[in-house]
């Protein structure tokens, strides 16, 4: 099966501009999250879509961070406006849902690597 | 919320045993999970263990889970230089509605000598 899809691979822009990350989770995956890793530590979740529907946002900076999926596929992250210590890996991950066991294996992305000068 | 911990760097002669460890403190973990990134990737899991599991193995890994010290293990039999990477250990805990959170940890960078 083809895996996660993310893009662009990397995107370099000054503080205070935008920029959006685009991902396309493997097909049939309900679960949809995206997590910022900085170099040096490991994934910090920003945001979980359970279909089309936010389930856990809670570090997710919303004053300058927003994400929606759409369709309950497609998901966009965007950052407006960025700040320095938003460079970092961006990584989109997606899981079939699985209510019985409450867990299954999460399917990594590449991820974008967005460095803010 | 969840923390989970790792020693930052683990160096290991080509052919011997890695052990990397893993500390976590929420007990309502139900899945305890071991994944490996390669630089410039993302993460790939290795293994996980159900947090009713002592001990699980699979070819060069095996998985050691101490409940009551919520201690977790990962031990790379025949340490190969292709098993340099980072391993993250990470911890899921069910909530309500059977979504599923999980937690990583900072990542232990293995270093295989030749």
């Known amino acids: 099966e083809a895996g996660v899809a993310q893009s662009p691979r990397y995107k370099i822009i000054e503080k205070r501009q935008s920029v959006a990350f685009w991902c396309n989770p493997i097909s049939g995956h309900a679960t949809l999250y995206w997590y910022q890793q900085i170099l040096g530590q490991g994934p910090k979740l920003l945001i979980q879509?359970?279909?089309?529907?936010?389930?856990?946002d809670s570090q997710l900076p919303k004053d300058r961070f927003s994400a929606e999926r759409l369709k309950g596929v497609d998901s966009t992250l965007k950052i407006q406006p960025a700040k320095l210590e938003d460079s970092a890996v961006y990584l989109c991950?997606?899981?079939?849902?699985?209510?019985?066991?409450?867990?299954?294996?999460?399917?990594f992305g590449p991820g974008t690597r967005l460095t803010v000068l | 919320g969840e923390d989970v911990e790792q020693s930052l760097f683990l160096s290991v002669r080509e052919g011997d045993s890695s052990v990397i460890n893993c500390t976590y403190t929420?007990?309502?973990?139900?899945?305890l999970y071991w994944y490996k990134q390669e630089p410039g990737a993302g993460l790939q899991l290795l293994t996980y263990?159900?947090?009713?599991?002592d001990m699980k193995q699979d070819q060069r890994l095996t998985v050691l889970l101490n409940k009551k010290d919520k201690h977790l293990s990962l031990r790379i039999a025949d340490t190969q230089t292709g098993d340099s990477a980072i391993y993250f250990c990470a911890g899921g805990s069910k909530r309500s509605g059977g979504y599923q959170k999980v937690t990583f940890g900072t990542g232990t960078k293995l270093q295989v000598i030749p």
């Open positions: 879509f359970q279909n089309n529907g936010v389930v856990d």
């Open positions: 929420d007990s309502s973990s139900t899945y």
């Open positions: 263990i159900f947090s009713n599991m």
């Open positions: 991950a997606t899981q079939a849902y699985d209510l019985g066991t409450g867990g299954s294996e999460q399917f």
